[in-house]
């Protein structure tokens, strides 16, 4: 019984990496090409390639998953909201600045 639980648990363990590496991947194209305007346009954010410097630089200001979420979604100074992003979206691309960036807690 111990080694089924164990393995129940190793299974889950790798579906939700899957799971992560797939938001991830989404995240990322987000970032620099599928969001309109791209964020890389205004923002540096170096595991993306981009220097941007209309907006801060996403590697210095470091954000968690939530703040970079709630400003996508209503959009902070010069920024624009992302009313088109769904909220699969708006998470998958808000959990890739805050680990790219060093954010996640």
């Keep these: ?10 299974l889950v363990l790798a579906a939700a990496s899957s799971v992560s590496a797939a938001d991830d991947s989404v995240g990322k194209r987000l970032f620099m090409q599928d969001a309109t305007p791209p964020c890389g346009v205004c923002h540096a954010l170096n595991a993306a390639g981009t220097a941007g410097t209309i907006g801060p630089s996403l590697d ?12 996508i979604r209503s ?6 909201a992302y009313a088109q992003l769904t909220d699969q979206q708006v998470q998958a691309l808000a959990q890739y600045v805050s680990k790219a960036s060093g954010g996640a807690k």
């Design 1 to 10: 019984m111990k080694k089924l639980a164990g393995l129940a648990a190793g």
């Design 60 to 71: 210095e200001m470091k954000p968690d998953a939530e703040r970079v979420a709630r400003v």
């Design 75 to 80: 959009g902070l100074g010069a920024m624009p």
